[in-house]
């Protein structure tokens, strides 16, 4: 029972469930506002005026009779258009109000899917408390240089994949317009930034003190020859690339969206042991 709910260990935030029927219920009566209740106004008041008319008014065929009939005719054209006149200011003023009455429900639509966005992310990046784990993977355990990204990185947004999949047919257009997906996506990568950059500034003082004791931190017998911190910075640079992979689902282009730019120039540094890795893998 895992699901969006409040109540699921493996949801995106209490309320969130609610938070989308709200937000879709919301955005329904905007757009009925927005288009059915203003267009059934404009049409009552247009049948109003068509009404006024005077069917089967006869022109008059000349003789005395004929004059009040062409007299009533003239003030039915002329009623005609004064009601016109009032009919198009009174519907522009209904549009406008009604249009005031749609700010405030677009408004609750978009802080809903702004909460919503948020709790999403938060269950993505609940994820990356995994990539702390490479440090203890390569430290001191004198294991070869990774030529594999690590097996949490195709979960980092699973849980963006599982919400998608179950609401995404309740994201209206507005949202969907804004690519919240996207939104999404990039909280995450500023957030698998910052733990990297975390990271690798510990695994530096570590091998800054280890220098310090004359300690070397190269292991023995390793085919790849690599320091545990360059097998560290390898295995992110693997793991960084595998997630880039992931991210045209969401419809993020890896290879100009800054944010990820950003995190593989981080781990770029690794590119240098990659290609001696897969060999001795090879062998």
């Not at 070397?216 to 992979?245: C, E, P, T």
Request: one cysteine or more.
């Amino acid at each position: 029972s895992g699901g969006v709910g409040g109540g699921g260990g493996g949801g995106w935030g209490p309320g969130a469930e609610e938070l989308v029927l709200f937000a879709w219920d919301i955005d329904c009566l905007s757009s009925y506002i927005a288009k059915k209740l203003n267009g059934y106004i404009n049409h009552a008041l247009q049948g109003g005026v068509g009404d006024s008319h005077g069917d089967g008014v006869s022109d008059g065929d000349g003789d005395g009779e004929g004059q009040p009939e062409a007299l009533a005719l003239a003030h039915s054209r002329v009623s005609s258009r004064v009601i016109s006149r009032v009919s198009s200011r009174v519907s522009d003023g209904i549009a406008q109000s009604l249009n005031d009455a749609k700010v405030p429900l677009d408004g609750m639509v978009q802080t809903a899917w702004e909460v919503i966005a948020s709790q999403v992310s938060s269950q993505c990046m609940a994820q990356l408390g995994a990539v702390k784990g490479v440090t203890a993977t390569y430290r001191m355990t004198n294991k070869p240089a990774p030529t594999q990204p690590s097996t949490f990185v195709v979960n980092i947004l699973k849980p963006l994949r599982d919400f998608v999949h179950a609401w995404g047919d309740r994201v209206p257009g507005s949202i969907m317009n804004q690519e919240w997906e996207g939104s999404v996506v990039v909280l995450v990568i500023e957030r698998y930034l910052s733990t990297i950059m975390e990271l690798l500034g510990t695994v530096k003082q570590m091998e800054e003190a280890l220098a310090k004791r004359k300690i070397k931190s190269k292991a023995k017998g390793n085919k790849g020859g690599l320091s545990d911190a360059d097998k560290i910075l390898l295995q992110l640079l693997l793991d960084v690339r595998s997630f880039g992979d992931t991210l045209e689902t969401h419809g993020v282009d890896h290879t100009t969206n800054e944010e990820y730019v950003k995190l593989l120039a981080e781990v770029a540094p690794a590119e240098r042991f990659l290609a001696g890795a897969l060999e001795d893998d090879a062998l």
